[in-house]
């Protein structure tokens, strides 16, 4: 049931928080990810800081599905591995026209793939109540 409703969210909301380790403090962006089952996926340009901070500390943490129209949306958080994938083949690359603004196409060769292998997965009903975790 909880795999379920974790995959809901994920299928509805693409929108997300993306946060790396930077200079030892978190660092927060909004993201597109894709999803291949539960493993998520963000295309970013090579030079961008968000890639020097994966190899220098590979662990992220993800929040997907809390919008802001309505204070007791359920949502996703993720805690994560992340890998640079520089040379993904076409059938793993992922395109948006929002990519646009800092990619001029899925060949642009400063494309990058984020791969993220999670390792722990929390489900949140609705804000105010502890989440529910799998590990994988």
């Known amino acids: 049931m909880i795999q379920q409703n974790i995959m809901k969210v994920l299928k509805a909301k693409q929108l997300g928080l993306f946060t790396t380790i930077r200079e030892d403090f978190p660092h927060s962006c909004y993201m597109v990810f894709f999803f291949k089952g539960l493993t998520p996926y963000i295309a970013t340009n090579k030079n ?3 890639v020097e901070d994966i190899k220098k500390n590979p662990n ?3 929040l997907l599905g809390h919008d802001g129209d309505r ?3 359920n ?3 993720m805690f994560a591995r992340a890998e640079v ?3 993904a083949g076409p059938e793993e690359k992922v395109w948006t026209e929002e990519l646009s603004r ?3 196409g899925p060949e642009d060769p400063n494309y990058v793939l984020i791969q993220m292998t999670p390792v722990k ?3 949140v009903e609705k804000a105010g109540t502890e989440p529910t975790f799998i590990k994988l």
């Open 102 to 104: 800092w990619l001029e």
């Open 48 to 50: 961008s800081q968000k």
């Open 85 to 87: 994938i520089e040379n």
């Open 75 to 77: 949502f996703v958080e």
């Open 60 to 62: 992220v943490h993800i």
């Open 71 to 73: 204070l007791d949306d």
């Open 121 to 123: 997965i929390g489900y």
